[in-house]
């Protein structure tokens, strides 16, 4: 009878602990969207100096930023050209110069991150950058997507929804920088800021 009893604790035991261990943890994040909306309500919780396994989320957000400024900067020329232009294989490539442009001076970014981490000791790597670059970009990215209706409707507050997006996206290289990288030295950052928007002007400028 003793031994009946104490086999049947064992066994609601083990289902507690099985239920347990299906149940996701308090603030832990399973898709995307709840990624968004973790980063938008609270933000300190993936922005700390460490790593909180989420570089995947980051790498599709700044991801799906590129893209935004593409689709962003195709419809400004969608607006202004002739239709007849768009047969042109050089005009195609005219949509991806700013997309083009920001994908390379982000990644040179990232790249500079991990090299100057790596010699002041810091272990940062690649996807401790994706990570926090994503989430900063989370905002700028959805200014973007809301700036692009009003593009289609052409009502002219879309430009100020996009400048927005590039405010914000300057203000994520000076906040990594500062935070992570300068390790709270403004000057440095504001140098890595001036490198970041100089190295896109010149990216442009030679596309």
């Keep these: 009878m003793e031994a009946k009893f104490i086999m049947e ?5 083990d289902s507690v602990v099985n239920e347990q261990k299906k149940k996701p943890k308090s603030g832990q994040v399973d898709n995307y ?9 609270d933000p300190d919780s ?12 980051g790498l599709i957000t700044i991801i799906a930023f590129l893209v935004l400024i593409f689709l962003s900067n195709f419809l400004s020329f969608f607006e202004y050209l002739d ?18 442009s920001y994908a390379i001076a982000l990644a040179l970014l990232i790249l500079v991150y ?13 996807n401790f ?10 905002l700028p990215s959805i200014f973007l997507l809301l700036s692009i209706p009003f593009d289609l409707l052409n009502i002219t507050i879309h430009s100020w929804i996009s400048s927005l997006a590039t405010i914000f996206l300057n203000i994520a290289v ?22 970041f928007y100089v190295v896109y002007r010149l990216i442009l400028l030679i596309l």
């Excluded at 993936?46 to 989320?57: D, P, R, S, V």
């Excluded at 991990?114 to 940062?124: D, E, F, H, I, P």
């Excluded at 990594?176 to 390790?183: D, E, G, H, P, Q």
């Design 174 to 195: 000076f906040m990594i920088s500062y935070l992570y990288v300068a390790r709270h030295d403004i000057k440095t950052a504001v140098l890595f800021l001036t490198g």
């Design 83 to 100: 239709v007849a232009r768009y047969f042109g294989f050089s005009d195609y490539f005219n949509y991806f110069h700013r997309t083009i």
């Design 33 to 41: 969207f709840q990624y968004v909306l973790n980063t938008l309500k």
């Design 9 to 13: 604790n064992e066994v609601k035991t």
């Design 129 to 138: 950058f994706f990570e926090k670059l994503g989430a900063w970009l989370v």
């Design 46 to 57: 993936i922005l700390t100096e460490e790593a909180k396994g989420k570089h995947q989320f």
């Design 114 to 126: 991990q090299n100057v981490a790596s010699k002041k000791g810091l272990k940062y790597d690649w």
